[in-house]
């Protein structure tokens, strides 16, 4: 995991190819003029989801994990909290490799609070729980960087 402000982002040049490719789009993107959905950086190595969503309570949510995407999230509109898993137990939903998707059970994590001008680059294979409400508007618009390891 990497938890930052979006001003430092470019600090975190030489872990990837594909993660250079995400960090230097965020650098030099204004992503709140992004339209909703899929927006290609670099075809399925880099690309973008922008949503709207409302924020969730952190026990309806679930921890969640990818497998050959890295997710860089950030929140464009309100503020959430993302749940990072220090453990996994046992998985809740099957690891499905046609959505790159699945749920797992996390006994203890960490919180990041996001909002205006935060990142976070969730690896693969970490376990986390985003959209946990962090106030009471819940209204988010967040932006969500998928980055192939591949």
């Known amino acids: 995991m990497i938890y930052d402000r979006l001003e430092n982002v470019k600090r975190y040049h030489g872990i990837s190819k ?3 490719v995400a960090l230097d789009f965020l650098a030099d993107t204004d992503l709140g003029s992004l339209p909703l959905g899929r927006t290609e950086v ?3 190595k880099v690309f973008v989801n922008v ?11 679930k921890f969640e994990i990818h497998k ?4 860089i999230q950030i929140d464009l509109e309100g503020t959430e909290i993302i749940e990072i898993g220090l453990d996994s137990e046992s998985a809740l939903d099957e690891f499905n490799p046609d959505t790159d998707f699945g749920t797992v ?6 919180s990041c609070v996001m909002g205006k001008d935060r990142f ?6 970490e376990p986390h729980m985003p959209g ?7 209204r988010l618009k967040k932006c969500v960087v998928k980055v192939s390891v591949v």
């Open 68 to 71: 050959k995407y890295m997710d």
């Open 18 to 20: 594909w993660l250079d």
């Open 132 to 138: 946990i409400a962090a106030e009471e508007n819940r």
């Open 42 to 44: 670099w075809g399925d």
């Open 105 to 110: 059970v996390c006994k203890r994590s960490a």
């Open 51 to 61: 949503m709207e969503a409302q924020a969730h309570d952190a026990e309806s949510g």
């Open 120 to 125: 976070i680059v969730c690896m693969a294979q």
